[in-house]
């Protein structure tokens, strides 16, 4: 058995796989703790850093959540969700976008803390608070999680826009139909989501002077008048393989337009995703996964701020 390199930082070569995990496990309880607790968890592919600050005041900074985003230099993610203490509710949760600015929803982010924090209560079924408002979480017998995310937005003001208007018929290039879900969307209607350069128009309709808080962009196309396909931009993040709010917004937009009912099945980028448009708001169904968890160190945090 040999060993290579200094006092710090030896790498141990030879060993066999016993060996190797007992030494590596050794190298683990060595290495000092401290810095901030985070799990990364996604939702067909939407991918999302979450920390939870409960028991304290809130962690995240604008910063941060830049710094964390980085896919290179930090975590990476689609979006971020900060856990918090609430009043009259399980839980709250805050989220930003990797450039480091707030959103107002993120339905998967939604649903994966709300099955983290079933398993930890033991519970079927969550309330919590976001921008939002109240909104409600809960298990589905055959391993789904399901979150209502309210009542759909559809005025103009609401949305919001610049400046009154129909919603159903924006005055843009495609005929996008504007819709809030806790956040802005535009919706177009495509014969074929597959060919949109979704990389292209994205950015041009967010930053569009219509969306004085810029706007996530959908780009549709109708399979079945219950089944839809989704392609998405998110404002502050770019493509992402699946995103709650604007599959939400999407069925909302597509039933307004007569193109499908009020209950559809949604193909996305990451997969497959329900959506049920009820009496008391929308509710989304689809899968969830904990990835890992981790912890930034002391020194990472510091740096930022």
């Not at 796989?17 to 060595?30: I, N, T």
């Not at 993610?77 to 929803?105: C, K, M, P, V, Y």
Request: glycine share 14%.
């Amino acid at each position: 058995m040999t060993t290579r390199g200094g006092v710090k930082g030896k790498i141990r070569v030879g060993l066999d796989k016993s060996e190797a995990r007992a030494y590596m496990a050794g190298m683990l309880e060595q290495r000092p703790l401290g810095g901030l607790a985070f799990m990364k968890m996604h939702g067909l592919g939407n991918d999302f850093v979450i920390i939870d600050s409960r028991g304290g005041g809130a962690m995240v900074t604008a910063g941060l959540a830049r710094a964390l985003g980085d896919r290179n230099r930090g975590v990476g993610f689609d979006q971020l969700a900060e856990i918090r203490d609430a009043e009259g509710a399980d839980f709250a949760l805050d989220f930003w976008n990797s450039d480091g600015t707030r959103a107002g929803a993120c339905g998967n982010a939604t649903r994966c803390v709300s099955d983290y924090m079933m398993r930890q209560l033991g519970r079927e079924a969550v309330t919590l608070i976001t921008a939002r408002g109240g909104l409600s979480a809960v298990r589905r017998g055959d391993g789904l999680v399901s979150v209502n995310m309210g009542a759909p937005q559809v005025k103009w003001d609401e949305v919001p826009l610049a400046r009154e208007m129909d919603t159903l018929h924006l005055p843009l290039e495609g005929d996008p139909v504007a819709v809030g879900m806790g956040n802005p969307h535009a919706v177009f209607f495509v014969p074929d989501a597959e060919a949109v350069d979704v990389a292209a128009r994205g950015p041009m309709v967010e930053h569009d002077p219509l969306f004085p808080a810029r706007t996530n962009v959908e780009f549709v196309s109708v399979i079945a008048p219950d089944h839809l396909r989704m392609r998405v931009w998110e404002r502050g993040t770019g493509i992402t393989l699946a995103c709650g709010s604007g599959a939400c917004a999407v069925a909302v937009a597509a039933h307004r337009r007569g193109l499908t009912g009020r209950r559809v099945v949604m193909d996305v980028d990451g997969g497959r995703l329900e959506i049920d448009w009820r009496a008391d708001g929308v509710w989304m169904t689809g899968p969830v996964a904990h990835v890992f968890d981790g912890r930034l160190t002391a020194d990472f945090v510091a740096a930022v701020g």
